[in-house]
């Protein structure tokens, strides 16, 4: 045979192969979006697009013609789906399943009809339906987690964006459950039912000036701080470059060496503290706003149902037990710190007060600052460690032996997931978002056991 005809010889079974495809391609679609009894517009497009991917887009209008005639031939597909089992290589069987995955997601949950259609064609290609059903939960797992990622990207830019307005707002749906807890603790106990405004408008006023006289007293004292840091500071690095001397004479030639000062100097004391006063600042200057948005949740709310009362009673028990073990660590640190003579005791008890509401490191910021400043103060070595001493075995006895006694399962959170949370809403709110990422997380625990879709993102938050 000649060159000329071997080449039109395989034209013509290459032409063959591609008329069969073109077939199966056309019969497969056609049963899969007639398996639920009717053609929709968003599937014309779909396979539409796919012909027009595969450069077979001649096939669109014989697939309305086909429609038309109500439907394909059945024994036609089977032939057709013999032959592609026999001739297609694997890759090429899988990625058809793959489309006729993604045929059924483009409008939506698969249905039970059109999931039957799809392992019946699979298992007739020589597809495997576990196989086959892994190709489907790819696609609609992949498009889940996409479109998650998406969402959660363009509500924390939202949340980012906004943060000078839902920050307060927040903060305010948190008291506002605190308030509603107090009055109806006071209602039941008095019986003033009639007069239910008095009890909310008495505990909004209580709370709000103690939170306001707090925050105050924690600037005002962080202010002084602010002032007469540099002082303590430089005493600090000389009694250490002493202490690295004295080290040296005696032969401890490893101490000098070892460039304390220099760490010394790294620690991030003073941002620490200038961040923790520039944000009860900046709160002070939102608490106007905290206000209006308190008193409209409380005396516009007349009752928690559903889940605003799950959200009510697990924030607001969290947040009160939080509350009153916060109290009694500060009130540690006030009397120690008062006892041992160490300077500005009420910021420091202020300070170990609004630092435990944050999980896990709250408790350790606040115990370095005033640690330090003893040694500063303090001539006694001694006296130093037994400050140091008192200081962290009062956090480690109230958060460690204490706390968890009195939360029990209030929270109902992973650690790991709070933590996780810590570092989230800390990087979008900054500090204000570390004070309120236990609550949130908690908050989200909640609203997501409410949701099929968010059925699995509440089983990673919640504790076991």
């Given at each position: 045979m000649s060159e000329e005809g071997q080449a039109g010889g395989a034209a013509a079974e290459a032409t063959n192969a591609s008329s069969w495809q073109d077939d199966f391609f056309l019969y497969a679609f056609l049963s899969l979006i007639q398996a639920d009894r009717?053609?929709?517009?968003?599937?014309?497009?779909?396979?539409?697009?796919?012909?027009?991917?595969?450069?077979?887009?001649?096939l669109y209008?014989?697939?309305?013609?086909?429609?038309?005639?109500?439907?394909?031939?059945?024994a036609a597909l089977d032939a057709l789906l013999s032959k592609a089992a026999e001739r297609l290589p694997t890759a090429e069987k899988r990625r058809f399943i793959y489309n006729l995955a993604q045929l059924c997601e483009s409008k939506g949950e698969m249905g039970d009809e059109e999931y039957a259609s799809v392992l019946d064609l699979a298992q007739r290609l020589g597809v495997e339906e576990t196989e086959a059903d892994a190709i489907i939960t790819s696609v609609y797992n992949v498009n889940n987690t996409f479109l998650a990622i998406i969402g959660v990207l363009a509500m924390g830019?939202?949340?980012?964006?906004?943060r000078s307005v839902i920050v307060p707002f927040v903060i305010a749906l948190f008291l506002a459950m605190i308030i509603n807890k107090v009055e109806g603790l006071v209602t039941r106990a008095l019986h003033w039912h009639r007069f239910r405004w008095i009890n909310q408008l008495a505990a909004m006023v209580l709370i709000m000036t103690a939170l306001f006289g707090l925050l105050l007293a924690g600037f005002v004292s962080g202010k002084d701080i602010a002032t007469r840091f540099p002082f303590y500071q430089d005493k600090l690095v000389a009694g250490v470059n002493e202490v690295q001397r004295a080290a040296a004479a005696r032969g401890i030639d490893w101490?000098?060496?070892?460039?304390?000062?220099?760490?010394?100097?790294?620690?991030?004391?003073?941002?620490?503290?200038?961040?923790?006063?520039?944000?009860?600042?900046?709160?002070?200057g939102n608490f106007f706003l905290v206000m209006v948005f308190?008193?409209?949740?409380?005396?516009?709310i007349t009752r928690f149902d559903g889940v605003l009362q799950e959200m009510n009673e697990k924030i607001s028990a969290y947040i009160s037990i939080k509350t009153m073990v916060s109290a009694l660590t500060g009130t540690g640190v006030y009397l120690i710190c008062l006892a041992f003579g160490v300077d500005f005791a009420l910021f420091w008890a202020i300070f170990a007060f609004l630092l435990n509401f944050i999980p896990s490191v709250g408790s350790i910021?606040?115990?370095?600052?005033?640690?330090?400043?003893?040694?500063?103060?303090?001539?006694?070595?001694?006296?130093?460690?037994?400050?140091?001493?008192?200081?962290?075995?009062?956090?480690?006895?109230?958060?460690?032996?204490?706390?968890?006694?009195?939360?029990g399962s209030k929270l109902a959170v992973k650690p790991l997931a709070i933590l996780l949370g810590l570092i989230f809403w800390g990087f979008l709110w900054g500090i204000p978002g570390m004070f309120l990422a236990a609550p949130l997380m908690a908050l989200m625990r909640v609203l997501t056991s409410y949701f099929n879709f968010s059925r699995s993102v509440e089983q990673l938050l919640a504790a076991d």
């Open positions: 009717k053609v929709e517009r968003r599937e014309l497009v779909w396979i539409k697009r796919f012909f027009q991917r595969q450069r077979r887009a001649e209008p014989r697939l309305l013609e086909a429609i038309e005639a109500d439907g394909y031939d059945p830019f939202i949340l980012f964006v906004t101490l000098e060496g070892a460039g304390l000062t220099e760490q010394l100097s790294q620690l991030p004391i003073a941002s620490t503290v200038g961040g923790f006063v520039s944000s009860l600042l900046s709160f002070l308190t008193g409209f949740m409380v005396f516009s910021i606040a115990t370095i600052p005033p640690i330090l400043l003893a040694a500063v103060q303090l001539a006694s070595p001694g006296t130093v460690v037994v400050f140091g001493a008192l200081m962290i075995g009062l956090q480690m006895g109230i958060g460690n032996v204490l706390e968890p006694r009195l939360m």
